[in-house]
């Protein structure tokens, strides 16, 4: 596909995205989608590619509940001894059509939530939410933590994949973050309205299950538990539609944003699959008692794809009172960052209108060269873990994706269309 210039193309990326119809089809164990965690001891993991030894804590510390949970190992000794030998390989959950929360690490038979594009037939997988707190995602892996992780399996997933079944063509997820964008979420660090609206649109399909009334009720306690529980499916809406969007291989939209802990990475439309790196930042926010900005681990996370998708951080005026619970200020703080963000996006996406914006769309196609142009940096928000392994969520707040990304990918574009010349 050609294009005259490279708004043209830009365009068609954005008319990718608003044209989208992403549905939640079922939930999985992971390994039933992802072939490459059926070829021996395999972790997914959240951001670029990253070895073992530059992982921080709490990625580490998911990788031995990983392990433990897989029952690779017995104990945290022999988990971390496979792991520190070269047992275990290691890929971005980016490279196989997934994200993951925080250090995002997915094993075999952890669960995943399938949502296809259905107006370009591709997947995109997460695993399913925890809650907060003490979980592996964050880095935990304690008994309590295990055994969650094995109840979601044997009850949780299946449970949820029958009454997906039962509901025929699955749940239309534009509809249900259009509801909920009216009702104070943006998605990242706010998702209780979405996550009842969920509730609401699967429970009557689990209560016609012909199964026992107890995991009926354990799991219907679970959803209406877990605030965040449509966090990780917007995640996998905003990685199967950005993956619709990618198709178009041309542009400076940008298709991915996400964080290893060590760097961060991006990928615009116009170069494909390339990473462009640069260190990432810490994120400042607010902090559960006890904990302290100097305990907060490097940002963190595939989670930032919501951001790419123009909702997050970009949307922070839909939900002015996560401001508050990320240290970001009141409303005038929220309405001022939605601005800045539309100042690096091409469009407003008209699916998602927000009443207190005036019912303006969310933003839509932050473009790299606006980035390098006007030197805003695109705003996350984001759970902040304890840089030590086994602790888990200490606090919330924000971080901004590193300039530095950007003006990679601009100038390896420009080398691609032949307008500078690549440095000898």
Not at 255 to 269: H, L, Q, V
Not at 289 to 306: C, K, R, V
Not at 379 to 407: D, L, M, S, Y
Request: proline content about 4%; overall charge negative; glycine content about 10%.
């Amino acid at each position: 596909m050609q294009f005259k210039s490279i708004d043209e193309a830009n365009r068609a990326v954005i008319d990718k995205i608003t044209g989208s119809a992403p549905f939640l089809v079922d939930v999985v164990p992971a390994k039933e989608k992802i072939k490459e965690l059926n070829e021996g001891k395999v972790l997914l993991h959240a951001g670029p590619p990253i070895k073992w030894e530059d992982m921080t804590g709490p990625m580490q510390g998911s990788c031995v509940g990983a392990s433990l949970f897989e029952g690779w190992a017995e104990n945290e000794q022999e988990a971390k001894r496979q792991l520190e030998n070269g047992e275990v390989t290691f890929i971005p959950c980016h490279h196989v059509n997934a994200v993951g929360p925080m250090g995002g690490i997915t094993s075999a038979n952890m669960p995943v939530l399938v949502v296809v594009d259905k107006s370009e037939g591709n997947e995109a997988y997460c695993t399913m939410n925890e809650g907060i707190g003490a979980v592996l995602r964050f880095g935990a892996y304690s008994d309590e933590v295990i055994n969650r992780l094995k109840w979601m399996k044997n009850v949780l997933a299946p449970t949820l994949s029958k009454a997906l079944e039962l509901s025929g063509e699955g749940l239309n997820i534009n509809v249900m973050i259009a509801r909920a964008i009216t009702m104070g979420d943006e998605f990242h660090q706010r998702n209780i309205a979405a996550s009842l609206i969920f509730l609401k649109e699967i429970s009557p399909y689990i209560v016609q299950l012909d199964i026992d009334d107890k995991e009926k009720n354990e799991v219907i306690q679970f959803l209406a538990d877990t605030d965040q529980f449509f966090l990780n499916i917007a995640m996998a809406t905003s990685k199967a539609v950005l993956d619709s969007a990618r198709k178009i291989e041309h542009g400076t939209v940008v298709t991915a944003m996400t964080r290893n802990g060590k760097e961060f990475g991006i990928r615009i439309s116009g170069m494909g699959d390339e990473w462009f790196t640069a260190p990432v930042n810490t994120p400042q926010g607010l902090f559960f008692t006890g904990y302290s900005q100097e305990q907060a681990n490097p940002d963190i996370g595939d989670s930032a794809i919501t951001e790419a998708f123009g909702v997050g951080g970009m949307a922070m005026i839909a939900a002015p009172g996560v401001t508050r619970f990320v240290g970001a200020g009141g409303f005038k703080d929220a309405l001022s960052t939605s601005n800045e963000m539309m100042e690096i996006c091409i469009d407003q996406n008209s699916n998602f209108t927000i009443p207190t914006w005036d019912f303006q769309g969310a933003c839509l196609g932050i473009d790299a060269r606006k980035v390098v142009e006007t030197g805003i940096e695109p705003v996350i928000n984001t759970g902040i873990a304890h840089k030590q392994a086994g602790v888990g969520q200490i606090g919330a707040g924000t971080v901004r994706a590193p300039k530095e990304c950007f003006e990679k990918a601009i100038e390896a574009y420009a080398i691609k269309l032949g307008l500078i010349e690549p440095e000898a």
